[in-house]
């Protein structure tokens, strides 16, 4: 099992920057890909970034320039470093991992942490 915890939302003016925390544990070593989702009220969950365990990473088109996905072995932590923030970026947050053996096929997911880029 996974637990993931996340942190560092809050209230922007656009422009502005963040950057979301999550913590993980339990059997760390099954996570195989960990990433960011964001849910708008009345939208779908949409994927934001991911990054594997080999450090690949990838993000959406809709960010990119402006998001970064990182991580802290150390610390079992991977991070959302979010600049240049627009309105359209204000969603709950939400941290993913993707499980292999012995977790294979489970989806875990953080609590979630609200972001809201207003003026």
């Known amino acids: 099992q996974v637990q993931l915890v996340e942190s560092g939302g809050g209230l922007v003016q656009p422009g502005g920057s963040l950057r979301l925390s999550c913590a993980a544990s339990?059997?760390?070593?099954?996570?195989?890909?960990m990433g960011w989702y964001r849910q708008a009220p009345g939208k779908q969950r949409e994927l934001v970034a991911a990054?594997?365990?080999?450090?690949?990473?990838n993000v959406v088109d809709s960010v990119k320039g402006r998001f970064t996905i990182s991580r802290d072995d150390a610390k079992n932590t991977v991070y959302l470093q979010m600049n240049s923030l627009k309105p359209e970026d204000t969603a709950v947050y939400y941290c993913?991992?993707?499980?292999?053996?012995?977790?294979?096929?489970?989806?875990?997911w953080g609590q979630g942490t609200q972001v809201t880029v207003s003026s």
């Open positions: 993913n991992a993707g499980t292999g053996w012995p977790l294979a096929g489970l989806d875990y």
């Open positions: 339990g059997t760390i070593f099954a996570i195989i890909t």
């Open positions: 990054i594997t365990r080999g450090g690949t990473t």
